[in-house]
T-cell receptor, first 114, second 112 residues
Framework: NAGVMQNPRHLVRRRGQEARLRCSPM?????VYWYRQLPEEGLKFMVY????????ESGMPKERFSAEFPKEGPSILRIQQVVRGDSAAYFC????????????FGSGTQLSVL | DQQVKQNSPSLSVQEGRISILNCDYT??????FLWYKKYPAEGPTFLIS?????DKNEDGRFTVFLNKSAKHLSLHIVPSQPGDSAVYFC???????????FGKGNQVVVIP
């Protein structure tokens, strides 16, 4: 009965490199959300996806950031040309999409940009 | 802009006593409120929620109170236990919408 799985747990990138963060939702969940937590801040909504569809990306920066949730495989949050300000904890959450409000979160990926 | 605010970033309480965490919100469209608990190196876990049609919801040692007119909610934990030591996040949304707005969190330390 695995929960939301995120990998890697820690990711170190140099400025200008690409970061790929992966999220496998809980079994039976078809809705995925990505949140970002900057140091000393609360979690901020980035993007909401269903299988093969981006439903709401209003919280995601317009440039360098993209997300996908393909028919097969995990959801991917991709950050191109990373900058120091991208250093944060990135959390993925899933829900069954049946109106259940409760989100189940993964343990997060800590991204450090050198 | 911070739509959900949690002041008093940290709280220390003796085991067995009550912990009270406060949360204020500014967006009057919010009608569903949640508390999440987070341990270091883990993701937030759901604790308790309340919809705007209620003013109180209780689950075991945890009770959430909602004052809509003041745009204020609070979480009461009684009795507090050492395992309750964690960061507590208040979150809010429009019902049916999982784009949660989170506060910055309160660190709770329960002293044995």
């Amino acid at each position: 009965n695995a929960g939301v799985m995120q990998n890697p747990r820690h990711l170190v990138r140099r400025r200008g490199q690409e970061a790929r963060l992966r999220c496998s939702p809980m079994k039976g969940h078809s809705h995925v959300y990505w949140y970002r937590q900057l140091p000393e801040e609360g979690l901020k909504f980035m993007v909401y996806l269903q299988k093969e569809n981006i439903i709401d990306e209003s919280g995601m920066p317009k440039e360098r950031f993209s997300a996908e949730f393909p028919k097969e495989g995990p959801s991917i949050l991709r950050i191109q040309q990373v900058v120091r300000g991208d250093s944060a904890a990135y959390f993925c959450a899933s829900s069954p999409g049946t109106g259940e409000e409760k989100l189940f979160f993964g343990s997060g990926t800590q991204l450090s940009v050198l | 802009d911070q739509q959900v605010k949690q002041n008093s970033p940290s709280l220390s309480v003796q085991e067995g006593r009550i912990s009270i965490l406060n949360c204020d919100y500014t967006n009057s469209m919010f009608d569903y409120f949640l508390w999440y608990k987070k341990y270091p190196a883990e993701g937030p876990t759901f604790l308790i929620s309340i919809s705007s049609i209620k003013d109180k919801n209780e689950d075991g040692r945890f009770t959430v109170f909602l004052n809509k007119s003041a745009k204020h909610l609070s979480l009461h934990i009684v009795p507090s236990q050492p395992g309750d030591s964690a960061v507590y996040f208040c979150a809010a949304s429009h019902y049916g919408n999982n784009r949660l707005a989170f506060g910055k969190g309160n660190q709770v330390v329960v002293i044995p």
